[in-house]
């Protein structure tokens, strides 16, 4: 389903006059904010799982030689 121009200004006029002019650009920047923190996550996750696993599997071979050691 596509919107056209006339849905699209509809939409726009109940958002102004639901929301008011003066409190749009709070929820943008709020939206863009978080975002950012999303993007930021999404970037900074895979290397910390990845990090994790390594000093999971670290853990296992030192108890595992450890434990053949006594």
């Known amino acids: 389903m596509r919107l056209g121009w ?14 008011g002019h003066n409190k749009i650009p709070g ?14 996550e999404l970037k900074s996750s895979p290397k ?5 696993e390594k000093a999971v599997k670290q853990k296992k071979t030192v108890k595992k030689t450890v434990a053949k050691k006594k």
């Open 27 to 40: 929820m943008m920047k709020n939206l863009a904010d978080g975002l950012k923190v999303f993007k930021k």
């Open 48 to 52: 910390a799982d990845v990090k994790s």
């Open 6 to 19: 006339m849905e699209i200004a509809l939409i726009v006029m109940l958002v102004i006059i639901l929301f």
